[in-house]
């Protein structure tokens, strides 16, 4: 069983930046494919970024092309999710989600672990 923790939001003006961290337990980055979602208010959970385990080219959603980038630190088995150039509408609950093994995926339900979120707010 894995468990990941969010940290990292928070308010800020547009055209600023954040970096989200998911913390991955049992030291497991190694085997895991991590993904970032979000979900704005009245909206479906969405696709943002996602690593795989096995070093392939991470993949983004096309709105965020250029000014996100997921990473990751295997000493400290975290992932992070830099944001910059932040707007208005990047405004949501982020969530970092997990799957053993598996390829990057844009399908929530190809992941099995889940955090608990954290909210990130772009005023303009």
């Known amino acids: 069983q894995l468990q990941l923790v969010e940290s990292g939001g928070g308010l800020v003006q547009a055209g600023g930046s954040l970096r989200l961290s998911c913390a991955v337990s049992?030291?497991?980055?190694?085997?895991?494919?991590v993904a970032w979602f979000r979900q704005a208010p009245g909206k479906e959970r969405e696709f943002v970024a996602a690593?795989?385990?096995?070093?392939?080219?991470?993949d983004y959603v096309d709105s965020v092309k250029g000014r996100f980038a997921i990473s990751r630190e295997y000493a400290k088995n975290t992932v992070y999710l830099q944001m910059n150039n932040l707007k208005p509408d990047d405004t949501a609950i982020y969530y970092c989600?997990?799957?053993?093994?598996?390829?990057?995926?844009?399908?929530?339900?190809?992941?099995?672990?889940w955090g608990q979120g954290t909210q990130v707010t772009v005023s303009s």
């Open positions: 049992r030291r497991a980055l190694s085997t895991v494919t």
């Open positions: 989600a997990a799957d053993q093994y598996g390829p990057t995926s844009r399908q929530r339900d190809r992941y099995e672990y």
């Open positions: 690593i795989s385990w096995n070093r392939v080219t991470p």
